[in-house]
């Protein structure tokens, strides 16, 4: 039984995103940060029999997820989390966790984005196998891990709509792709001093080019959709879902 307001414990919040969502937070009514979690911190401290907080947003790291999920299954409390990088193992734990509660993972919160992953689905089928696919994804110089979890969306996005996997190669500038003769996707990774997130996927076919894009100005489109995704978890059943589950609930889905 939740209470007037969505309590949240927000596991890494002195991160960029994390920061953004505490503010964020601050200009919501029914919602509000009742625990912050530090790295580290494995919830065994926020009882789950005193009903604590009512769901984890883990905006943290790859590890302090995976930490945390035994709480959380004990507690039957739900988990979102815009973590990226995890290996297969750890998404193999989150998909048996979602099994018991219920679980939103998002590479990117951001509302644009996933309309933008909805067009990418709609271009590839359109274009076919018959295109030159590329995607390229410029982020902060802070940034290490490559390419970004969009990218990856974006990636799998072509591949839904195209109906068939292909091959991905990323690359980070200034490296260059080495030449091949398959239908190989290729992602270029730009690291650069003040972006926040860029990315574009351009369809080449026959002599003309389609180039489809989103670029984030702002950090706070991403705590505003986790936000968004936060109050809608708190209602799901035990599942694992993704942003495209929040915006189809709302009439901005396929």
């Known amino acids: 039984m939740l209470s007037t307001k969505i309590s949240i414990a927000l596991a890494g919040p002195n991160g960029r995103l994390g920061s953004q969502i505490r503010r964020a937070v601050q200009a919501e009514g029914d919602i509000e940060i009742g625990s912050l979690v530090m790295r580290g911190d494995p919830l065994r401290n926020h009882s789950p029999s005193h009903d604590s907080f009512d769901v984890l947003l883990d905006v943290s790291s790859c590890d302090g997820v995976i930490e945390r999920l035994?709480?959380?299954?004990?507690?039957?409390?739900?988990?979102?989390?815009?973590?990226?990088?995890?290996?297969?193992?750890?998404?193999?734990?989150?998909r048996q966790a979602a099994n018991m509660i219920p679980v939103l993972l998002s590479g990117n919160f951001?509302?644009?984005?996933?309309?933008?992953?909805?067009?990418?689905?709609?271009?590839?089928?359109?274009?076919?196998?018959?295109?030159?696919?590329?995607?390229?994804?410029?982020?902060?110089?802070?940034?290490?891990?490559?390419?970004?979890?969009?990218?990856?969306?974006?990636?799998?996005?072509?591949?839904?709509?195209l109906g068939c996997e292909l091959p991905i190669k990323s690359v980070l500038y200034p490296q260059i792709p080495e030449n091949t003769d398959t239908k190989a996707m290729i992602i270029t990774c730009i690291r650069k001093a003040g972006v926040v997130g860029e990315h574009s996927v351009t369809f080449t076919h026959n002599n003309e080019k389609v180039i489809l894009g989103h670029t984030a100005i702002s950090r706070t489109i991403f705590a505003e959709g986790a936000i968004k995704a936060t109050r809608w978890i708190v209602n799901q059943k035990p599942g694992l879902y993704t942003m495209s589950d929040v915006l189809a609930s709302k009439g901005l889905g396929e």
């Open 70 to 94: 035994p709480v959380l299954l004990s507690a039957g409390k739900p988990l979102v989390t815009g973590v990226t990088g995890f290996s297969e193992q750890q998404l193999d734990q989150i």
């Open 110 to 161: 951001s509302i644009g984005v996933n309309q933008l992953l909805i067009q990418v689905r709609h271009a590839a089928r359109a274009f076919g196998l018959s295109a030159s696919i590329t995607i390229e994804e410029t982020h902060h110089l802070d940034k290490k891990d490559y390419p970004s979890g969009t990218a990856l969306m974006l990636a799998a996005a072509v591949q839904d709509g």
